[in-house]
């Protein structure tokens, strides 16, 4: 199986532009940003960070990222209410 290059590879983009189709909750950076720090965690711990691997971490640690949003939702960086127009 095909290892996924590094920093930015032509794959990675793929998978980054699929999921943020998905996850549209998320921003493209924020969906590029994980699939980015998985491929880093399974080369790290010394596994075979294939393509069909990475995008599988990256959608189980996304689906995880929105099961965790409260139900009020995500406050703003600012600390403002999500609700109320600045």
């Given at each position: 199986m095909?290892?996924?290059?590094?920093h930015r590879s032509e794959t990675r983009l793929l998978?980054?532009?699929r999921?943020?189709?998905?996850f549209s909750s998320f921003?493209?950076?924020t969906v590029e940003r994980c699939v980015a720090d998985v491929q880093a965690?399974?080369?790290h711990l010394g596994l075979e960070a294939t393509p069909a691997l990475v995008e599988r971490m990256a959608?189980?640690?996304?689906v995880g990222m929105v099961k965790s949003e409260?139900?009020?939702g995500r406050p703003r960086a600012n600390g403002g209410d999500p609700d109320r127009a600045p």
């Open positions: 095909p290892v996924m290059a590094d998978l980054s532009g999921l943020a189709l998905e921003s493209r950076d965690c399974m080369t959608r189980e640690h996304l409260p139900p009020s």
